[in-house]
T-cell receptor, first 114, second 113 residues
Framework: AQSVAQPEDQVNVAEGNPLTVKCTYSVSGNPYLFWYVQYPNRGLQFLLKYITGDNLVKGSYGFEAEFNKSQTSFHLKKPSALVSDSALYFCAVRDSGGSYIPTFGRGTSLIVHP | EAGVTQFPSHSVIEKGQTVTLRCDPISGHDNLYWYRRVMGKEIKFLLHFVKESKQDESGMPNNRFLAERTGGTYSTLKVQPAELEDSGVYFC???????????FGQGTRLTVV
């Protein structure tokens, strides 16, 4: 079975400061990892993914994530937060050798204060 | 390229009524998924189509839910009869085979009163 944990329901950060949204995962094989963002009244929007290769993955809007196999983590980061980054962030995982079905976490609400 | 579209965006129905949600995936995407999110909880998998075939429906809550994918194109999710606990946001997503990410629609917010 595969699972995702997002340990923080909410993350608060001041504009201009770096932000981190945490994600840990569990799969039986090699993971494919994804981050999505949901703005109010919108659908989930793909941000970035890790499939293989470089552990540091860069995505949309200046976001990046680091795959850490030993810690089974895939934390989302951004060097300098913007108020417009305030949204709900979801981490997802699927097993590279399993089904095509991604499993999602509960989501983390990111609030960036001016 | 058009994205995944879902209809309606909102639906308010009374307990015991029937509702049908529709999803039009991105053209050429064989994989189609339905998910549901109840307020504050995780996005929970409902079922997965590959073309017109149900590949995995292990997440369907009970037999009040029926999903179809006509000709491997659009999909419908029918809830009959609806119960209060069916309220939530229903998301549809589609993807290519392989390692690609799934693309999501804007969701249908279902409220059963």
């Amino acid at each position: 079975a595969q699972s995702v944990a997002q340990p923080e329901d909410q993350v608060n950060v001041a504009e201009g400061n770096p932000l981190t949204v945490k994600c840990t995962y569990s799969v039986s094989g090699n993971p494919y990892l994804f981050w999505y963002v949901q703005y109010p009244n919108r659908g989930l929007q793909f941000l970035l993914k890790y499939i293989t290769g470089d552990n540091l993955v860069k995505g949309s809007y200046g976001f990046e994530a680091e795959f850490n196999k030993s810690q089974t983590s895939f934390h989302l980061k951004k060097p300098s937060a913007l108020v417009s980054d305030s949204a709900l962030y979801f981490c997802a995982v699927r097993d590279s050798g399993g089904s095509y079905i991604p499993t999602f976490g509960r989501g983390t609400s990111l609030i960036v204060h001016p | 390229e058009a994205g995944v579209t879902q209809f309606p965006s909102h639906s308010v129905i009374e307990k015991g009524q029937t509702v049908t949600l529709r999803c039009d995936p991105i053209s050429g995407h064989d994989n189609l998924y339905w998910y549901r999110r109840v307020m504050g909880k995780e996005i929970k998998f409902l079922l997965h189509f590959v073309k017109e075939s149900k590949q995995d429906e292990s997440g369907m809550p009970n037999n009040r839910f029926l999903a179809e994918r006509t000709g491997g194109t659009y999909s419908t999710l029918k809830v009959q009869p609806a119960e209060l606990e069916d309220s939530g946001v229903y998301f549809c997503a589609s993807s290519h085979p392989g390692a690609g990410e799934a693309f999501f629609g804007q969701g249908t917010r279902l409220t059963v009163v």
